[in-house]
């Protein structure tokens, strides 16, 4: 009986309150790293994750006042999380960073630091910023990524170096791979004279004979 008065108990409405502004807090820093990651992004960001990013970091709020100085608790809840596999690959190493961000941001919150998790999260925002600038002072435009596929019978380059001599500034070979469709597909990191003309060298690659599967993206 005592077990189940104990388990019907409710928190005092300070604790409720206090639960309830860490959320909250959760939520709006989870908001603001959102944001980051969308003006920072070099394309369009995908929805469901950044919508991924805000629960991450509410749920480890919340998974950290659960915990609290309970290392039984810790070691349980690891255990019940062990039998989640988690499938979805992450294409962009970038994106690790900000699942770790929102990650931090949500324990230091969750454990009672909103001090540290609010100069964590303005601090780190404006370094991915000034990094992102920093790139984009560079003046990479025309640095692009280049995909194309041929068959293996086929000596490529003999085919290719021409318009590579006259289109690009410089090349290099990333990865070569087979497919299973027997076919050679290359990978270049190439860098134009002129990007503007990166459709028309788009172009001459597709009229080349047995070159199929064209990408070009900019890096």
Known sequence: MNILFDFLVLPSLGTLGTHALRLLCAFVLSVFIVNIYQLTHTKIPQKSFTDTLIILCMLISVVMVIIGDSIARAFSLVGALSIIRFRTAIQDPRDIGFVFYALAVGMAVGVGNPSIAILA???????????????????????????????????????????????????????????????????????LVNPNEWLA???????????????????
């Open 121 to 191: 999260t303005f601090l780190i925002g404006i370094i991915i910023l000034g990094i992102h600038n920093w790139h984009q002072s560079l003046g990479n435009n025309n640095e692009f990524s280049l995909e194309f596929c041929f068959p293996p019978s086929q000596n490529p380059e003999s085919v290719y170096r021409p318009i590579f001599n006259r289109h690009l500034a410089h090349k290099c070979l990333i990865k070569k791979r087979a497919k299973k469709t027997q076919l050679v597909e290359l990978t270049f990191r190439v860098k």
């Open 201 to 219: 060298f788009y172009n001459e690659l597709l009229r080349i004979e047995n070159v199929t599967d064209v990408k070009i993206d900019k890096v």
